[in-house]
C-alpha cells in the first residue's frame, strides 16, 4: 500500500463530517472515490493533502506514519493534487508553471533554455507537444490539467489526486486524460479519481472506494460492482419498490402547460435537456451531481446564455436577457448556493426577504415600510422563520431559516413557476419537513414548481412527475406512478459509453 | 460540483473563551473606535484649547469640513458598492470653473443675472453628473475596475477645466452666488446648511429608498442581487452620478468661498480625504455597507485631529502624520474584527 | 480549446507573431512612440536637439524611476498610492544630508524611500490592510513628514560638494538622472525576465492563493516590492533635490497616479500578474513626450493648446488604452 488512511475522524465546531473514514490506495493503482455532495469525499481529501488536520486516525504514506502540517509538506512528500482552478497561475507560460520554485539557474540567472528543455521532456511523457513559452491560460482545460499533473509528476510525486477533472473537458479532451493516467500508471504512479460519470469510472478507475454520510462504505475493485449497486451505494438505498402512500396527486394531464423547455444546450455541461411543468404541479428534476441539473434551471432563469434550445411560458416562446426578465413573467429561483447567489449576509432578513419586490413596494422610490413590514410579518409567521427580529443580520440565521427566507423572498413576488435548487440542503429534518410541506401546499393553491433535488426520498414524496437527466440530457420523464426508487436510479446510472452514440436520442 | 478548496488548516480548540472575548472587544473596538476617539478630541479640546466651545470655534469647524462631508457621502455610496471615485477633486475643479464663467457672462452674455446665476449652479452640476455617468459607464460597460476608470478623469478632469478657463484665476464678487459659500440662515453659514441637507438625503436614500437597498445589495452580493432582478449596472452608473453632482456642489462652494475658481486648486487631494473619512468612519471598503452617519463622523475625526493640533502649537503637517496612524488603525480594526468574526 | 494551439501555427509566423493581446498592446504602444518621436522630429526643428533631448530625458528620469517601482507592485496585483509623497520626502532627506557629503545626501534620498517602502510592507503583509488604504495613509503620514523636516519650504542642498553633479552634470553625454533610470531599468529588466523572483512577483499577481500552493513566500517578496517601490521613489526625490538644488517638500502630488498611468499604458494588468519593463518605460516617455510635443506645437503658433492640454491628452492616451485591453481581455474571455 502506497496510500493507508484509517479511522479518520473529523468534525467542524460540532458537526461530524467524517467517522472512522478510510481509504488505501496501492502504488500504481488508479482509485475512485465516489459519493453524493456532503459524503465527505472532500474533507477527506483536504485532510491527506495537509489543508485540514484530522481529530482522529491514521494515515500510512510509503510505509511511514504521517502526519501534514501544511499543503507543502503533503506536496513535498509527494502528493500532487491537481485542483480546478488553483493549481497554476495562468498569466505564466507552460514552463514557468511546471518550474516554479525550482527553476534551473546559471549562476542565479533562470536557465531559459534548460527550463524549455525540460519542460519539454517532461510534457513528451504525456506526449504533449506544445510551445512551453505561451501563458498557460491560452490552452484549453485538457492541456492546462496535463501541465498541472506534469508540474506534480516532475516534483517525484507518487499519488495524483485529481478532483471532478473531467467536469470541463470535451470527449477528446477527455480520452487525452485518460492516456496521461494510463502512463501514470504503467509509471508505477498511483491516481485518485474523484467524479460523478459512472461511465468513466469504469473506464479507468482499478477501484472504487464509496462514502456516504462521513463513512467508507465500500471499497473493492470496480469491475466487481454493478453501476445501480454504486448508485445504492452512494445513495445508501435498499432497493423496494417503495412509492409515497396515500398519493391521490398525479400529472394531471388537463392543467396547462406552464413552462416548456426544449432542447436546452450550453456548454458542455448541459447537451440537451427537454421538460415540462404544468400549472399547480411539483416537477422534479433529478441526476447524479454534474448531470447539469443547477445548470439547466439556470438557463431557464436566464442567470446564464443558453447556446441552443428553446423556452416556452405559457405557450409563447420567451428569450430572457437577463433574470429581471424572468422575474417579470412571475419566475423565481431559489439558488443552490445560499451564501454565493442567495443571500444578501450584511443585509436584514427584512431587507432580503423584500429584495425582489422593491420595484413593488416602492412608492416615488420611497420603500413602504408599513406594506413591507407586512409581508415580512406575514411570511416570517407562515413560512415559520425563526429569528431575533427582521432586523436580524440574515447570515446570523440557521441555515433552514436563510432557506426559508429565501424561499419567503421568492414567494413574495406571487411567482407562476418557482425553481428550487436543493431546497433542502443542509438544513435538519424537521426544517426539510416543513418546506416540502409548504410547497405541496402552495402547488395546490396553483403555484408551478420546479425541485431539483439530490434526494429520491424527496423527489418521491414531493414531485408529480421527475425529468432525469445523465451527462447533460434529460433521459426519461418519470410520471407519478412510474416513480420510485429503483427507477429513479436505473435513470441516474444510464449513462452511454464515451464515444457511443447510444444515450444521445433519449 | 466537489472542489478541494485551500483551507488554512483550523486553529486548535482549546481557548476558545479566551479568543471569543478578544473577538468581541475587537468587534465593540471597530465599532465605536472612531466614536471614542472622537469623544477623546472633544474632551481633550474642551480642557485645553481655549475658546473651543464658543459658537464661532464650532461653526468654523463645520465650514471647514462641510466640503468633505458633502464629497464623502457620495464617496460612501460608490464604496458601498465596492467601487472607488478617485475623480471628485477634478470634477470639483470642472464645476467650480464653470460657475463663473457663466455668471461672469464668458460663454455667453445672458441679459438676466438671475437666470444666469441659476444656471451656473444648475449647468455645471449636470457637467459634474454626466461626468460621473462617464464614470459608471467605463465601469460597467466595459467593465473597467473603478480605480482605473476614475482614474481617466482624476488625471484629465483638472485639464479640463483649465481650459476651460485658460488656467486663469478667475476672480468675482457676486454675493447672490456667493451666498452659498459665504451667506449665512439665522446665523448657520450656507454651506453647513446644504451639508446638513446632503447628509440627512443620503442618510434618507439608504435608510429609506428602494435604490439604497439596491446598492447596498449589489455592493454585498452582486451575483444574488442579479438573481433577485435588480439591474446592477443601472445601480452602479447611478451611484457615480451621484458622487460626480455632489462633487460638483462641494466645487461650486469651494469657489464662493474664495471668491476666486483657481482650476489648478479647487479639490485638491479632496478624493483621498473623502476616501479617508469613509474608511474612518467603518465602511468597509469591500463594499456592502453604507454607514453614512459614520463617515460624516470620520470627517469630523479628521477635521478636529487637525484643528487639535493646530491650536496647541503643533504644525499642520504633523497632522497628516496622525491622520496616516488613524486610517491605519482604523482599517486594521475593522479587517481584525471581520476575521475573526 | 486546442490540445496544441501553436503547433498548427507556420514556424516563421510565429516568430513574429505576438505572444498574446496584451504583448500586441504593448508593442503598439512602443510604435507609437516611435511615431510620436518621428512626427516630431519631422514637424519640429531644434526636436532632436541635443539640449531637447537632454532636458526631456532628465526631467522624465524621475518619472520614469516611480513608474518601474509601481510596475512591480501592480504586477502583484497591488498599488503604492505613496510614492509622489515618498519623492518629496525624500528629497528633503537628501537635500538636509547634502550639506554632510555627497554620499550622506545619496544615501538619505534613498533611505527615506525605503523607510516608506518597509513601512508599506510591514503594514499590508503584517496588519493585511489593503495596500490602497496603506498606500493611502503613508502617503499623508510621507507628506506630513516632508513639510516638517523641511518646515514648510523647501530645502536648499550643498553647493560645495558632488551632489549637485547628479543634477548638473553629463556622463558620456547623457545626464546622470537619465543614466542612473537606464541601470534601475536594466536591473528591473533582469530582475523580472532572468531571475526567479521576477516570476514570483507575477505568480503572486495571478493569484496568492495559486502561489502559496506553489509554495511561494508570498509576504516576503511582497515587503520586498514595497520596499523597492520606496527605493525607487527615494531615487527619484534624490535625483528631484539635485536637479532643483532644493528638497522640495511640496513636490510629488499626484505622481502616483501618473505613473499608474504610465504603467497601465505600458499594458501592465491593474489585476495584476502581467507586466513589462520595457513598455513600462515606454509609456512613461510616451506620456512624457505628449508635453514636449505641445510645447512644440505652441512654439510654431499655428496652435495654441495650452499646458493644460497636456493632463488631457494624457487621459486620453489612459482612456484609449483601458478601453482597447478591456476589449482584448473581452475577445479573449470569449474566444
Known sequence: MLLSMTDIDKSFSGVTVLTQASLQVARGEVMALVGQNGAGKSTMIKILTGAYRRDRGRIEWDGRAVDFHAPAEAQGAGIAPIYQELNLAPHRTVAENIFMMREPKRFGFVDRRRMREDAKQVLRRFRLDIDVDRPIEDFGAATRQMVAIARGVSQNAKLVIMDEPT????????????????????????????????????????????????????????????????VRQMLGRELTAFTAEGRTRGRSDNAPMFLEAENLQAGTRVRGVSLSVRRGEIAGLAGLLGAGRTETARLIFAADAKDGGQVCVNGQARNYAEPADAIADGIGFVSEDRKVEGIIPEMSVRENLTLAILPRLKKAGIVDRAEQGKIVDRYIKALNVKCASPEQPIRELSGGNQQKVLLARWLATSPNLLIVDEPTRGIDVGAKAEILKLLRGLADEGLSVLMISSELEELIAAADHVTVLSDGRSVVDLPAEELNEASLMTAMAHQEEPGSEAGRAA | MTTIGTTTPQPAAPARDRAAGRAAALRFLSRYGTLIVFALLVLFNILFTPNFLEWRTLLLNLTQVSTVVIVAMGMTLVIATGGIDLSVGSIMAIAGALAPLIFLDSIYPIESQGLAIALAFVVPLIVAGCFGWFNGFLITRFNIQPIVATLVLFIAGRGIAQT??????????????????????????????????????????????????????????????????????????????????LAGLSGLIVVAINNASDAARVGSLMELDAIAAVAVGGTLLSGGRANVLGTVLGAFVLQLVRTTLLANGVPDAAALVVKAGLIIAAVWLQGRAERTA | MALTASSSQPGLLKMFAPRSNLALARLGVVLALVALVVFGALRYEGFVSAFNILSFLKYNSMFALIALGMAFVIMTGGIDLSVGATAALASVAAALLSHYGAVA?????????????????????????????????????????????????????????????????????????????????????????????????????DGEATAKLMGLKVERTLLGVYLFSGLMAGTAGMVLAASNFAGQPTEGVGWELIAIASVVVGGTLLTGGVGSVGATLAGALLLGLVFTVINFENGKGWISLSSSWQPVIRGLFLLAVVILQAKLAGTRRAG
Open chain 1, 167 to 230: 467536469s470541463s473537458l470535451d470527449e477528446r479532451e477527455v480520452t487525452v486524460l485518460f492516456d496521461t493516467i494510463r502512463t501514470l500508471k504503467s509509471d508505477g504512479v498511483s491516481t485518485i479519481f474523484v467524479s460523478h460519470r459512472l461511465s468513466e469510472l469504469y473506464a479507468i478507475c482499478d477501484r472504487v472506494t464509496i462514502m456516504r454520510d462521513g463513512r467508507t462504505v465500500h471499497a473493492g475493485p470496480m469491475r466487481e460492482i454493478s453501476r445501480i449497486e454504486l
Open chain 2, 164 to 245: 476651460f478657463t485658460n488656467s486663469q484665476l478667475q476672480t468675482f464678487n457676486e454675493p447672490t452666488f456667493q451666498f452659498i459659500g459665504k451667506g449665512a440662515v439665522f446665523g448657520i453659514p450656507t454651506q453647513v446648511l446644504v451639508m446638513a441637507v446632503v447628509v440627512a438625503a443620503t442618510v434618507f436614500l439608504v435608510r429609506s429608498t428602494a435604490l439604497g437597498r439596491q446598492i447596498l445589495a449589489v455592493g454585498g452580493n452582486e451575483k444574488a442581487a442579479r438573481l433577485s432582478g435588480i439591474n446592477a449596472a443601472r445601480v452602479k452608473r447611478l451611484v457615480y452620478v451621484v458622487s460626480g453632482v
Open chain 3, 105 to 205: 545626501g545619496i544615501l538619505g534620498g534613498l533611505g527615506a524611500g525605503l523607510a516608506v517602502g518597509l513601512v508599506n510592507g510591514v503594514v499590508i503583509t503584517g496588519l493585511r490592510v489593503q495596500p490602497f488604504i496603506a498606500t493611502l495613509a503613508t502617503m499623508l503620514a510621507a507628506s506630513g513628514s516632508a513639510l516638517l523636516l523641511a518646515g514648510n519650504q523647501s530645502v536648499s542642498i550643498s553647493t560645495d560638494n558632488a551632489f549637485m553633479a547628479i543634477g548638473l552634470n553629463n556622463f558620456l553625454g547623457l545626464p546622470i538622472p537619465a543614466w542612473i533610470a537606464l541601470v534601475a531599468y536594466v536591473l528591473g529588466w533582469l530582475a523580472l525576465e532572468r531571475l526567479p523572483v521576477g516570476r514570483r512577483i507575477l505568480a503572486i499577481g
